[in-house]
């Protein structure tokens, strides 16, 4: 109302009075320079509003500072933009509009917080990005992840980790058929017949980005022993066991065996047996036996040496290959004679051989 109606008493005399209060407007009170109106607290809430909102900068108005360029966004405050220069990296479905608020030190130093507000944004993206001034000099735009969902899509929960045998004091306990084991992780597994060994034990699982190739490790669990296997096509393969010293002597239990005669280097020479033994060998053995001293060897010194090309920078073909097929065994040098490192050499660690010092032969085994 622009008036009040009061009454008042005497209660001397019993007279009783009335009086009309002027009320200042809205725009009076905005306004601020009538001197004779009253104010309700509604008004003077008016007049601190229209105070603030003339007395502030846009930038820490009431609403957003629209902009046309962010690079010009220098100063402490909440801005907004359609379409303007320097905005962040488009966003699908976020439109053209960005708000955000700028932190500033100084003007060669500020820092930009940003948000596509009028897309499709939501939990799952945000739609945030920062950047920063550094002595004068804007970086990229680099994208934030504020909610929980997308900090969840990124990584992995510890509730998943738990799952797979991770970040957890124990191994998961499995008791069903390994087979079905396709998730990357670790497990202790229940003895089972398709393991490769009737025995509880330990089985690391890993798994392809596409999941479609797998692969299981499995350790028992009393045993040194380490078997792998790989599924492909939805098949698993069969077990294979890693060889070790503790059950080398599993597989190496040789029943054959050939020697090839003594070989004198010859450039390019090479030399053919028929071993005998029924199959390709499982293993070959190549030596070189000292039979004149030198290079600190005496006679008699046997070197295991792996035929191939050796690495002579000066001429790459010192040293000669090998070969092993069902029925004959074969050698063949290179140009050059081996390399071989001094026993006690303390520099020029390799030298040439002579080759009328040294004798060359093999074994093979089955």
């Avoid at 209660?11 to 009075?17: D, T």
């Avoid at 001034?133 to 899509?153: C, I």
């Avoid at 699982?205 to 096509?233: D, G, L, M």
Wanted: with cysteine.
């Amino acid at each position: 109302p622009g008036t009040l109606t009061a009454a008042t008493t005497n209660a001397a005399s019993a007279e009783s009075h009335t009086h009309n209060i002027d009320i200042a407007t809205q725009a009076e009170a905005e306004a601020g320079t009538n001197t004779t109106k009253l104010m309700t607290p509604q008004r003077v809430a008016q007049h601190l509003a229209a105070r603030l909102e003339s007395a502030l900068p846009g930038r820490l108005g009431v609403r957003a500072f629209d902009i046309t360029d962010w690079n010009n966004a220098l100063e402490n405050g909440w801005y907004m933009a359609s379409g303007a220069a320097n905005a962040p990296p488009g966003e699908t479905g976020s439109g053209a509009w960005w708000m955000g608020f700028v932190e500033r030190h100084n003007e060669l130093y500020v820092t930009q917080t940003v948000h596509a507000f009028s897309g499709n944004s939501g939990p799952n993206n945000t739609m945030v990005w920062r950047r920063r001034r550094f002595n004068g000099t804007w970086s990229d735009w680099y994208k934030l992840q504020w909610s929980q969902q997308e900090q969840d899509a990124r990584y992995a929960l510890k509730t998943d980790m738990a799952t797979a045998g991770l970040a957890v004091a124990q191994t998961a306990l499995f008791s069903g058929d390994p087979n079905t084991l396709t998730v990357s992780g670790m497990y202790y597994v229940r003895s089972h017949a398709d393991l490769p060994v009737a025995a509880d034990g330990f089985l690391l699982v890993e798994a392809s980005s596409s999941n479609q190739t797998h692969k299981q490790t499995f350790t028992p669990a009393v045993t040194n022993r380490t078997f792998i296997r790989r599924r492909y096509a939805g098949v698993w393969s069969s077990w294979s066991e890693n060889i070790t010293t503790g059950n080398i002597g599993n597989y190496a239990n040789f029943t054959k065996s050939f020697r090839l005669p003594d070989q004198t280097y010859v450039a390019w020479g090479s030399v053919t047996a028929n071993h005998g033994l029924g199959a390709i060998p499982k293993l070959v053995v190549w030596k070189m036996r000292c039979v004149t001293a030198e290079l600190t060897y005496s006679v008699g010194d046997e070197i295991y040496w792996f035929p191939m090309v050796l690495p002579d920078w000066s001429n790459p073909y010192s040293g000669g290959t090998c070969w092993a097929t069902a029925t004959q065994l074969g050698f063949r040098f290179s140009d050059r004679a081996p390399w071989i490192v001094q026993k006690t050499a303390t520099s020029n660690l390799k030298t040439m051989i002579t080759p009328d010092n040294w004798r060359f032969y093999a074994e093979a085994y089955v």
